[in-house]
Nanobody, 115 residues
Framework: QVQLVESGGGLVQPGGSLRLSCAAS????????MGWYRQAPGKQRELVAS???????NYADSEKGRFTIHKDNAKNTVYLQMNSLKPEDTAVYYC?????????WGQGTQVTVSS
């Protein structure tokens, strides 16, 4: 059984920063890919950032230069560092992992950017 547990969401003012964490129940080396998605009210879930075990990373255009995905292999944790947050970044953020041809999702963590 694969579990992904997100944490780190909250309320932040525009221009602020947050770091989201995704703790995996298995070694992140065992995943073919892992990433972060988000879903705002009334909108479809969209990719924020991802990486593959081959080392390549991918960012949505609107996040390039503001968000950074990185991982701690020893802690089986993937992080999303978010800087210069904007109100339009408000959404539920989900961790995602591809493991043995199945895709797994965390329960999500709410990020609200508001003054």
């Amino acid at each position: 059984q694969v579990q992904l547990v997100e944490s780190g969401g909250g309320l932040v003012q525009p221009g602020g920063s947050l770091r989201l964490s995704c703790a995996a129940s298995r070694s992140i080396f065992s995943f073919d890919a892992m990433g972060w998605y988000r879903q705002a009210p009334g909108k479809q879930r969209e990719l924020v950032a991802s990486f593959t075990t081959g080392g390549s990373t991918n960012y949505a255009d609107s996040e390039k230069g503001r968000f950074t995905i990185h991982k701690d292999n020893a802690k089986n944790t993937v992080y999303l560092q978010m800087n210069s947050l904007k109100p339009e970044d408000t959404a539920v953020y989900y961790c995602n992992g591809d493991y043995w041809r199945n895709t797994y999702w965390g329960q999500g963590t709410q990020v609200t950017v508001s003054s």
